[in-house]
């Protein structure tokens, strides 16, 4: 048999493998320059494009140190079990909106918490996704409790 194939080198196949196989996954297009991955999330009407965080040291640091969280994007806590969650502004720099989420609907809003504040904010109920976005975004767009929710 006369095959291309058979004739490429043992030495040059696992090469080559790494590259087909490595080929079709994430681009750089597909993270964020922290270096987690984007999904779109739509809540109500609205898409958002957010970062998605999962690894417990994710979790912790969230969106802490940054400058700012342009319009449009947020970030989506992956949260392991579905419980209240409780979250705080450690070391941010500007204000969010809370958007707790359960899969299929939004289940609870906290809305405009600015960046020094000292409390913790809880969920209302057990959730299992927290998307986190600019300040005034769930008054911009009408979020409401009960609005679907998909990522």
């Known amino acids: 048999m006369n095959s291309f ?14 590259l087909v196989a490595t080929s079709g996954g994430s681009s ?3 993270r ?4 987690n991955p984007f999904t779109w999330v739509t809540v109500g009407q ?9 690894s417990p040291p994710k979790l912790y ?5 940054r400058k700012e969280l342009p319009e449009g994007q947020g970030m ?9 969650q409780r979250f705080c502004m450690r070391d941010m720099q500007f204000p969010l909106d809370f958007i707790w989420l359960v899969p299929g609907k939004v289940a609870g809003l906290a809305r405009n918490v600015p960046a020094d504040y000292q409390g913790a904010i809880n969920s209302p109920e057990p959730v299992t996704h927290v ?15 009960g609005d679907s929710a998909e990522w």
């Open 28 to 30: 750089a297009e597909d």
């Open 46 to 54: 609205v898409k958002v494009k957010a970062e998605v965080v999962q």
């Open 32 to 35: 964020s320059e922290y270096g």
């Open 5 to 18: 194939y058979l004739r490429i080198p043992f030495w040059l196949i696992i090469p080559l493998c790494f």
């Open 131 to 145: 998307l986190e976005v600019p300040a005034g975004f769930i008054d911009r767009y009408g979020i409401k409790v």
């Open 76 to 84: 989506l806590f992956v949260m392991p079990p579905k419980r209240v």
């Open 61 to 65: 640091l969230g969106l802490s140190h």
